[in-house]
C-alpha cells in the first residue's frame, strides 16, 4: 500500500499556525461600506483547520497522493483552503486560466484526465456540458450552491476536522506538486509539471529576492504568490479584481488596501501597476508601509517604473520581474539599476535588460531555430549561427525551480527541453543576449520574430526605439506576408488627444535615425492592441499582424 504523501514545505505554514495562530493569514473583500470595499479575514489556525477538514475529506472519497485535481475557484480564502488541503495529502491540483476561451479550456482539461474536480456552479456547468471531456472525474466538490449535478459542497464540510491530522510522509523532490497551464497568448497552450522540488525552491528564491526580510504584509494578485507568501508567514491581501480582467481593477481600491492594512510587498502585472500610477498621480496617497513592488507578467514601461518612484517613497523598492509558468522566478532588476543608463540603451535598441539570472537559476542563449534541440552537443553545433542575429539566440534556464518536463503535450518536451547530461534546460522561446555583465536583455519573443529579406527583427528591441515619441502609448513590430520575406510593419497606439498625422510622422523620423529601423516603411494607427488573458499586458502581435496585412491590402 502507497503511504499517505504531503509537500513538505507546508510544515513551514504549520508552524506558523502553531506560533501565530490569530495571525491573519488571507484578508480578502466582502462587499462594501460606502464607495471602498470591506474586508474580512481568516487567520492561520482557522486556515489551517479548514484546509485539514478539506483533506480528511478528500481522502475520504478517494482523493490521494498523484490525484490530479482541477480547481477552478477564484481568488478567495476557499481557493487557499482547497490548495493547501490538496498539497496536505498529495494531490496534484490541475489550475487554467478560463479566460483563455470556454472551448480551448475544455480541450486542455481534457487532457490531463482528472479525477476530481473542485470549482464554482459555472465551472461544473461546463464539466456536465462537456461531461466526455470529464469522463474520468469521481470526485466532485461545488464551491457556492449546487445546481443540477450531484456530488459534495464545499460549504457543507465545515471548517473543523473531526480528529487529529493521519501521519503523512513528504513526497519525493520529483513527484508532480501541480499542473499549471501557460495562457496559450503565444502559442498553444502547454500543461507544466511542477514538482514538489520546483515549489519548494520557489519558496526560497521569493525570500532571497526579498533581501531575506519576511513580506509581513503582501498584496496578492496571482494566486501562486499567495501560497508562497503564506508559507513565509505573510498577511496576504486581496484586493477586489477579475483574474480575467485584471486591468479593469479600479486603483483606489488598490491604493486603499495597501494603505488600510500596511501592506509592505506587492506583486502586480503592467496591467495593474498603470492605472495605479494614474491614480496616484492625480490623487496623491504615501503609502508609507509599501517597501517592494514586484512586476511581472509582461515588460513593464520603464515610464511606469519612473512614474513610481516619483509618486512613492524615496526608499521603495521596484523590481521588474521575468519569469513563466515554466520558472519563477527568472530574473530581476530593480528600478535604480535600471535608470543607471539601461533605459537610455534600450532606447537605442538595445533590448529591455530584464537584470540578471535569479538565485541559483543559470541562463544562456541558444541560436535562433524553430527546430528541437534534442541535447547540448547540438547546442554547440548551432553555436555559430548566433554571429547572424548580433549574439542575439533563445533564453535557455536551468535551475531547480525549473520545470523539466510538460504533462501535454508531448510534442512540448521535444520542442521546449534540451538534455544535456543529467541537466534539463528549459527553452523560453524568448529572443535576448547576455551582456558581459551577466545581464539578460530581453528582445522579444522567439515566435513574433519579423523574418525580412534582409534577415531577422525583433520586437521589443524595434519598440523600444519608437515608443519614445510623443504621443506614442505603445508599438508593436509585426511582419505581413511569408517568413523570409516578410515585410515589417509598426503598428501604433496613441495617447489620448494625440495628433495621428503628426505621430505617425514623427514615428518615420525616428525610424529613419537607427540602421535597426530603417527597414520599416509602413505605419499603422490601431485603436487599441488585443492583449493576454492573464495579464492583460503582452500584445497580441499574431492578430495584430492579420489586421495589418488586411489595412496595407486595402491599401492596394
Not at 64 to 81: C, D, H, Q
Not at 198 to 220: F, K, Y
Not at 315 to 343: C, H, K, N, Q, W
Request: aromatic content about 8%; charged content about 20%; hydrophobic content about 40%.
Amino acid at each position: 500500500m502507497t503511504s499517505a504523501t504531503y509537500w513538505a514545505a507546508i510544515d513551514r505554514f504549520r508552524a506558523f499556525a502553531r506560533t501565530e495562530p490569530d495571525r491573519e493569514a488571507v484578508i480578502y473583500p466582502d462587499g462594501t461600506s460606502g464607495d471602498l470595499p470591506s474586508y474580512r479575514h481568516v487567520s492561520y489556525r482557522e486556515l489551517d483547520d479548514w484546509s485539514e477538514t478539506i483533506a480528511e475529506r478528500l481522502t475520504a472519497a478517494g482523493v490521494g497522493s498523484g490525484t490530479r485535481t482541477i480547481v477552478l475557484v477564484l481568488p478567495s480564502p476557499e481557493l487557499y483552503a482547497i490548495l493547501f488541503g490538496l498539497l496536505k495529502i498529495g494531490a496534484v491540483p490541475v489550475v487554467i486560466d478560463p479566460g483563455m476561451g470556454l472551448r480551448k479550456m475544455v480541450h486542455c482539461l481534457r487532457a490531463v484526465e482528472a479525477e476530481a474536480f473542485i470549482g464554482i456552479p459555472p465551472a461544473h456547468a461546463v464539466r456536465v456540458l462537456f461531461r466526455s471531456s470529464f469522463r474520468k472525474v469521481r470526485t466532485t466538490v461545488t464551491v457556492g450552491k449546487r445546481w443540477f449535478w450531484r456530488g459534495e459542497r464545499l460549504a457543507a464540510w465545515g471548517r473543523r476536522p473531526s480528529g487529529a491530522a493521519p501521519q503523512r510522509v513528504p513526497a519525493p523532490a520529483d513527484d508532480v506538486l501541480v499542473i499549471g497551464f501557460t495562457t496559450g497568448s503565444t502559442g498553444p497552450a502547454k500543461a507544466v509539471e511542477l514538482t514538489h522540488g520546483n515549489l519548494a525552491s520557489m519558496i526560497d528564491q521569493v525570500h532571497t529576492a526579498r533581501g531575506e526580510v519576511a513580506p509581513e504584509t503582501s498584496l496578492i494578485t496571482l494566486p501562486l504568490v499567495g501560497i508562497l507568501d503564506l508559507l513565509l508567514g505573510s498577511r496576504c491581501v486581496l484586493p477586489p479584481l477579475i483574474p480575467s480582467k485584471v486591468g479593469s481593477t479600479d486603483p483606489a481600491h488598490v491604493a486603499h488596501a495597501i494603505e488600510k492594512f500596511g501592506v509592505r510587498t506587492m506583486f502586480a502585472s503592467p496591467a495593474l501597476l498603470i492605472p495605479l500610477l494614474r491614480h496616484l498621480q492625480q490623487q496623491p496617497i504615501e503609502l508609507k508601509t509599501l517597501s517592494s513592488i514586484y512586476s511581472g507578467g509582461a515588460p513593464v514601461p520603464d515610464w511606469c517604473i519612473a512614474g513610481l518612484r516619483e509618486v512613492l517613497a524615496e526608499d521603495v523598492r521596484i523590481f521588474a520581474g521575468y519569469g513563466s509558468t515554466e520558472a519563477l522566478p527568472m530574473s530581476l532588476i530593480e528600478s535604480r539599476e535600471l535608470f543607471g543608463g539601461l533605459v537610455e540603451r534600450a532606447h537605442r535598441g538595445e533590448g529591455t535588460c530584464i537584470g540578471r539570472a535569479a538565485d541559483q537559476i543559470d541562463a544562456r542563449v541558444v541560436a535562433i531555430t524553430d527546430a528541437a534541440i534534442p541535447d547540448w552537443a547540438r547546442v554547440e553545433e548551432l553555436a555559430g549561427e548566433l554571429e547572424s542575429s548580433r549574439g542575439i539566440g533563445e533564453l535557455v534556464v536551468a535551475g531547480p525551480n525549473v520545470s523539466t518536463h510538460y504533462y501535454w503535450p508531448e510534442e512540448a518536451n521535444r520542442q521546449g527541453k534540451i538534455a544535456d547530461s543529467d541537466r534539463i534546460w528549459h527553452r523560453t522561446g524568448d529572443l535576448a543576449r547576455i551582456d558581459a555583465e551577466g545581464r539578460i536583455w530581453f528582445c522579444g519573443r522567439k515566435s513574433q520574430r519579423v523574418e525580412t529579406a534582409d534577415g531577422p527583427m525583433f520586437t521589443v528591441q524595434v519598440e523600444q526605439i519608437f515608443n519614445t515619441v510623443a504621443g506614442v502609448a505603445r508599438t508593436a513590430l509585426v511582419g505581413v506576408g511569408a517568413r523570409g520575406a516578410q515585410r515589417p510593419v509598426l503598428c501604433f497606439e496613441l495617447k489620448p488627444e494625440a495628433d495621428g498625422a503628426a505621430v505617425g510622422a514623427a514615428l518615420r523620423a525616428r525610424g529613419r535615425e537607427f540602421e535597426l529601423t530603417r527597414p520599416i516603411a509602413d505605419f499603422l494607427s490601431h485603436p487599441g492592441f488585443p492583449v493576454d488573458i492573464r495579464h492583460n499586458a503582452k500584445i497580441g502581435r499574431e492578430q495584430l499582424s492579420q489586421w495589418a496585412a488586411g489595412q496595407i491590402g486595402k491599401r492596394g
